[in-house]
């Protein structure tokens, strides 16, 4: 039974025997192989790839089916499309797993992978599997180190140590972009701090870029993805000001959106885990500030940034010189900053920053308002004044009245004193791609004591991973690669000097992998580099991608880093390499995520079973718009496999030859299908797939009444709107349309048919239904001309009897026409 409760129709369209049927055609006819050297005008349809962690789910289900609607409606119009399929076989994921099942990840991994690539054949997704890769291979991950070491080359790979993320679960660092809400985004344990040294990956270098050229991509990308990624590299326009230390030589430079403020800083606070406060602290309070530092390691940094959090602190024992007022201020070390902001430290203006006046209020600091707002004073109110208003307190600033003036005058008293200038500064920090596990892509760097960090020569490439089978793998803080079963792997001799060095022992973070995995699609099995320029020109950029909103931060900017670097490499010629992208929603249940703890989950494998694949691809793709969630509870796979059941029967009561004139047909059936094929035409373009799937309905709905009551199944004009359902199904039902396809008598694949393109002479309409509402109620429904005036609907409306019922005598005092489908009158009282 289906989730709804309905039992599947079983007359008629036999699924499963239709299923294994055209899977073996498509293989045998290769139906689905990409040219890269054909005629036709090249489309790229990707789908970001699986990650093999056990058979296909819902939310596959959905996703891909999404991404195999344009790819087919494409190839019916006349593109090569190239819709390629691969595995992103390293990680955590499988690690794991791998772990607790007492096995080697690759065993697991391409375990899985086999049962993948069965349902997604099932599945009958058009997809290309001669060009099917992993990112777990020799030959595929060779190209990630000799991408690496490029980077590498362009100083845009280097090491350093500092206070990373620290996943106590996952026993490795993560990026910052993989902490959501201060916790691992993989596993949702809490994330510490802990001091390493690491790779990085200088995305920084690229932040204005990553900015501008996101006007590129306004009309082809959701704007919630774009909103997403502005925010998170976060340009800020402000100054950089310089503070002189007692007793040290440089002076330490902070960043602030507000130098206008200056004359009301009282105080600096330093994160107590940068660099910076080790360096700046006294002898006499380091005992007090070691203690401090060591409580804070406890603390996650989602409590740390918390307005609720207690602003605890410590002083340094040191002391700084506003450069604007020569007043001597306290240095304190204070949790509620970072140490990846800047240098680690702030200026704190505690009259107009909330935070800054919390901790001045606990640690007795003193308060000076510097704008005057008209609010109540800080001091005495404890809540700080952010706005605008008149300069007090402020020296040469004192009486301006706005923070544009108010900035430019502070910034020539820096410029005068040569104590800080205008900046802009990101939020976005650089990409640490280290990771203490086993399962992922060895670092090609080699450590020899005297030469340094030597690159592994292109010639020595893959660096593959040594295999441990019957080691322990569990994390322990440290990779496996530097534990004793792998020393006969680590352990080399330096490519430069030949004495004794040993290998990297960090893997890379797998979205590297996945950063470029789609150029090498278009040049599958190439050995002499990792893609084609030609096969590239002939490919991308890509022409949709699909995939879920969540890789809005990590995937999906990472992969436009990489591009702009093979760009400035003479490797590729584009600035985006994604025109269009398209977020599809999840599928949940009761309300839900499915979850086994919640008993809410749906078995894809079952439904299949139960209804077919078409039944599934054509709920998933009919619940709603691509971007929504589907509740599973709320659609019924039952239903849609009785609507196809009614589709495929309208393909075995057509009677008329294959070979028939359409035009000679029933004229009204034949606008009803030339306005099916444009209307979907056009919703597929705009990514409305439900609606298109709507329209495909409201053809068969037609049909079957012209076959039934109207001109009867001999007709041309029924033969062309049933060969055209077949033709609409297949973007989203592909079996039952093949089935279709073939009774009408076409030569298969209906894949390789054209897509028809609608006369226009029969998308003029002849008719419109106008509504005529009272009073907002609709009281009648009239076919009208659809070039008809204002004053003509008007008069037609006034006529229909049930109109003249409804408004009783009353005298019309408004009329809203919204023509040709509206007439809207409003009586008066």
């Given at each position: 039974?289906?989730p709804?409760g309905?039992a599947?129709?079983?007359?008629?369209y036999?699924?499963?025997?239709?299923?294994?049927?055209?899977?073996?055609?498509w293989?045998?006819?290769?139906?689905f192989?990409?040219?890269?050297?054909?005629?036709?005008?090249?489309?790229?349809?990707l789908?970001?790839f699986?990650?093999?962690?056990?058979?296909l789910h819902?939310?596959?289900?959905?996703?891909?089916?999404?991404?195999?609607?344009?790819?087919?409606?494409?190839?019916?119009?006349g593109y090569?499309?190239?819709?390629?399929i691969?595995?992103?076989?390293?990680?955590?994921?499988?690690?794991?797993?791998?772990?607790?099942?007492?096995?080697?990840?690759?065993?697991?991994?391409?375990?899985n992978?086999?049962?993948?690539?069965?349902?997604?054949?099932?599945?009958?997704?058009?997809?290309d599997?001669?060009?099917?890769?992993?990112?777990?291979?020799?030959?595929?991950?060779r190209?990630?180190?000799?991408?690496?070491l490029?980077?590498?080359?362009?100083g845009?790979?280097?090491?350093?140590?500092?206070?990373?993320?620290?996943c106590?679960?996952?026993?490795?660092?993560?990026?910052?972009?993989?902490v959501?809400?201060?916790e691992?985004?993989?596993?949702?344990?809490a994330?510490?701090?802990r001091?390493?040294n690491?790779?990085?990956?200088?995305?920084?270098?690229?932040?204005?870029?990553?900015?501008d050229d996101?006007?590129?991509?306004?009309?082809?990308?959701?704007?919630?993805?774009?909103?997403?990624?502005?925010?998170?590299?976060g340009?800020?326009?402000?100054?950089?000001?310089?503070?002189?230390?007692d007793?040290?030589?440089?002076p330490?430079?902070v960043?602030?959106?507000?130098p206008?403020?200056?004359?009301?800083?009282?105080?600096?606070?330093?994160?107590?885990?940068?660099?910076?406060?080790?360096e700046?602290?006294s002898?006499?309070q380091r005992?007090?500030?070691?203690?401090?530092?060591?409580?804070v390691?406890?603390?996650t940094?989602?409590?740390?940034?918390?307005?609720?959090?207690?602003?605890?602190?410590?002083?340094?024992?040191?002391?700084?010189?506003n450069?604007?007022?020569?007043?001597?201020?306290?240095?304190?070390?204070?949790d509620?900053v970072?140490?990846?902001?800047?240098?680690?430290?702030?200026?704190?203006?505690?009259?107009?920053?909330?935070?800054d006046?919390?901790?001045?209020?606990?640690?007795?600091?003193?308060?000076r308002?510097?704008?005057?707002?008209?609010?109540?004073?800080?001091?005495e109110?404890?809540?700080?004044?952010?706005?605008?208003g008149?300069?007090?307190?402020?020296?040469?600033?004192?009486?301006?009245?706005?923070?544009?003036?108010?900035?430019?005058?502070?910034?020539e008293?820096l410029?005068?004193?040569?104590?800080?200038?205008?900046?802009i500064t990101?939020?976005?920090?650089d990409w640490?791609?280290?990771?203490?596990?086993?399962?992922?892509?060895?670092?090609?760097?080699?450590?020899c004591?005297?030469?340094?960090?030597?690159?592994?020569?292109?010639?020595?490439?893959?660096?593959?991973?040594p295999?441990?089978?019957g080691a322990?793998l569990?994390p322990k803080?440290?990779?496996?690669?530097?534990?004793?079963a792998?020393?006969?792997?680590?352990?080399v001799?330096?490519?430069?000097?030949?004495?004794?060095?040993?290998r990297?022992?960090?893997?890379?973070?797998?979205?590297v992998?996945?950063s470029?995995?789609f150029?090498?699609?278009?040049?599958?099995?190439?050995?002499?580099a990792?893609?084609?320029g030609?096969?590239l020109?002939?490919w991308?950029?890509?022409?949709?991608?699909?995939?879920?909103?969540e890789?809005?931060?990590?995937?999906?900017?990472?992969?436009?880093?990489?591009?702009?670097?093979l760009?400035?490499?003479?490797?590729?010629?584009?600035?985006?390499?994604?025109?269009?992208?398209?977020n599809?929603g999840?599928v949940?249940?009761?309300?839900?995520a499915?979850?086994?703890?919640?008993?809410?989950?749906?078995?894809?494998g079952?439904?299949?079973d139960?209804?077919?694949?078409?039944?599934?691809r054509?709920t998933?793709?009919?619940?709603?718009?691509?971007?929504?969630?589907?509740?599973?509870?709320?659609?019924s796979?039952g239903?849609?496999?009785?609507?196809?059941?009614?589709?495929?029967?309208?393909?075995?009561?057509?009677?008329?030859?294959k070979?028939?004139?359409?035009?000679?047909?029933?004229?009204?059936?034949?606008r009803?299908?030339?306005?099916?094929?444009?209307?979907?035409?056009e919703l597929?373009?705009?990514g409305?797939?439900?609606?298109?799937?709507?329209r495909?309905?409201?053809?068969?709905?037609?049909?079957?009444k012209?076959?039934?009551?109207?001109?009867?199944?001999?007709?041309?004009a029924v033969?062309?709107?049933?060969?055209?359902?077949?033709?609409?199904l297949?973007?989203?039902?592909?079996?039952?349309a093949?089935?279709?396809?073939?009774?009408?008598?076409?030569?298969?694949?209906?894949?390789n048919?054209t897509?028809?393109?609608?006369?226009?002479?029969?998308?003029?309409?002849?008719?419109?239904?106008?509504?005529?509402?009272?009073?907002?109620?609709?009281?009648?429904?009239?076919?009208?001309?659809?070039?008809?005036?204002?004053?003509?609907a008007?008069a037609?409306?006034?006529?229909d009897?049930n109109?003249?019922?409804s408004?009783a005598g009353?005298?019309?005092?408004k009329?809203?026409?919204?023509?040709?489908r509206m007439?809207?009158?409003?009586?008066?009282?």
């Amino acid at each position: 039974m289906s989730p709804s409760g309905e039992a599947p129709e079983k007359a008629g369209y036999d699924a499963a025997a239709a299923q294994v049927k055209w899977q073996a055609f498509w293989e045998r006819d290769r139906t689905f192989e990409a040219r890269n050297d054909s005629p036709k005008p090249h489309r790229y349809v990707l789908d970001m790839f699986p990650y093999p962690s056990g058979d296909l789910h819902m939310g596959h289900a959905e996703a891909y089916a999404m991404g195999d609607v344009p790819a087919r409606l494409w190839r019916m119009q006349g593109y090569e499309v190239m819709h390629p399929i691969g595995w992103d076989s390293f990680g955590l994921p499988a690690e794991n797993a791998a772990i607790r099942n007492n096995t080697h990840p690759a065993e697991w991994t391409y375990a899985n992978i086999e049962t993948q690539k069965t349902s997604f054949k099932r599945y009958g997704l058009s997809l290309d599997w001669t060009r099917e890769l992993h990112t777990s291979d020799p030959e595929y991950y060779r190209w990630t180190q000799w991408l690496f070491l490029r980077f590498f080359e362009r100083g845009l790979a280097y090491r350093k140590d500092g206070f990373v993320n620290w996943c106590p679960e996952d026993q490795t660092v993560l990026a910052n972009e993989q902490v959501v809400n201060g916790e691992c985004e993989r596993c949702h344990t809490a994330v510490t701090k802990r001091e390493l040294n690491q790779w990085y990956f200088r995305i920084t270098d690229y932040a204005q870029q990553l900015l501008d050229d996101m006007d590129q991509l306004e009309e082809g990308w959701p704007s919630r993805v774009l909103a997403m990624q502005r925010n998170w590299i976060g340009r800020s326009e402000g100054a950089h000001v310089d503070f002189v230390v007692d007793g040290r030589d440089e002076p330490i430079t902070v960043f602030t959106t507000r130098p206008d403020t200056l004359y009301g800083a009282t105080f600096m606070v330093v994160a107590p885990d940068a660099p910076l406060a080790d360096e700046l602290v006294s002898d006499e309070q380091r005992p007090a500030f070691e203690a401090y530092l060591e409580a804070v390691k406890k603390t996650t940094e989602i409590e740390r940034q918390s307005t609720t959090h207690d602003k605890t602190g410590v002083f340094l024992g040191a002391y700084a010189t506003n450069p604007v007022n020569g007043e001597k201020i306290p240095l304190l070390a204070a949790d509620y900053v970072l140490s990846d902001y800047g240098t680690g430290a702030i200026m704190a203006v505690p009259a107009h920053d909330q935070r800054d006046l919390d901790f001045a209020r606990a640690h007795d600091l003193p308060v000076r308002v510097v704008i005057e707002t008209g609010e109540a004073d800080p001091t005495e109110s404890g809540v700080a004044t952010a706005g605008d208003g008149v300069y007090v307190n402020s020296g040469p600033l004192d009486g301006l009245d706005d923070k544009k003036s108010g900035i430019a005058r502070v910034l020539e008293v820096l410029a005068e004193r040569g104590t800080g200038r205008a900046t802009i500064t990101y939020r976005l920090r650089d990409w640490l791609l280290s990771r203490q596990r086993f399962w992922g892509c060895p670092i090609p760097i080699i450590h020899c004591s005297s030469c340094g960090e030597v690159p592994v020569p292109d010639d020595q490439l893959p660096v593959e991973l040594p295999d441990l089978r019957g080691a322990d793998l569990a994390p322990k803080g440290t990779s496996p690669l530097a534990g004793e079963a792998a020393a006969g792997w680590r352990e080399v001799a330096c490519p430069r000097c030949g004495a004794d060095a040993e290998r990297d022992t960090d893997t890379m973070d797998t979205f590297v992998d996945s950063s470029w995995y789609f150029y090498r699609y278009c040049s599958p099995g190439l050995v002499m580099a990792p893609f084609d320029g030609a096969d590239l020109a002939a490919w991308m950029p890509v022409a949709q991608y699909v995939g879920g909103v969540e890789h809005a931060i990590l995937h999906l900017l990472y992969l436009r880093f990489v591009a702009k670097v093979l760009r400035d490499m003479g490797m590729i010629d584009f600035d985006e390499p994604m025109k269009r992208l398209l977020n599809q929603g999840q599928v949940i249940n009761q309300g839900k995520a499915m979850s086994k703890s919640l008993g809410n989950g749906v078995d894809l494998g079952k439904q299949i079973d139960e209804f077919g694949v078409d039944a599934v691809r054509l709920t998933v793709v009919f619940a709603g718009p691509p971007e929504d969630d589907i509740d599973w509870a709320d659609v019924s796979p039952g239903s849609s496999l009785k609507f196809l059941q009614r589709a495929h029967r309208l393909a075995t009561d057509v009677t008329s030859p294959k070979d028939v004139d359409p035009g000679t047909g029933d004229q009204a059936l034949r606008r009803v299908t030339h306005r099916t094929i444009s209307d979907i035409t056009e919703l597929i373009g705009l990514g409305r797939f439900n609606v298109a799937v709507a329209r495909v309905m409201e053809l068969v709905n037609a049909t079957r009444k012209a076959i039934d009551t109207g001109c009867g199944p001999s007709d041309p004009a029924v033969r062309e709107a049933v060969r055209f359902t077949a033709q609409a199904l297949s973007l989203v039902a592909p079996y039952v349309a093949e089935e279709m396809w073939e009774v009408l008598g076409e030569e298969p694949s209906v894949a390789n048919s054209t897509w028809p393109v609608p006369d226009p002479q029969l998308l003029v309409t002849e008719s419109v239904t106008m509504v005529v509402q009272v009073q907002g109620k609709v009281r009648a429904k009239i076919e009208i001309a659809p070039g008809i005036t204002e004053q003509e609907a008007t008069a037609v409306a006034l006529a229909d009897p049930n109109v003249q019922r409804s408004l009783a005598g009353r005298e019309v005092a408004k009329v809203i026409c919204r023509l040709p489908r509206m007439v809207s009158l409003v009586p008066a009282n």
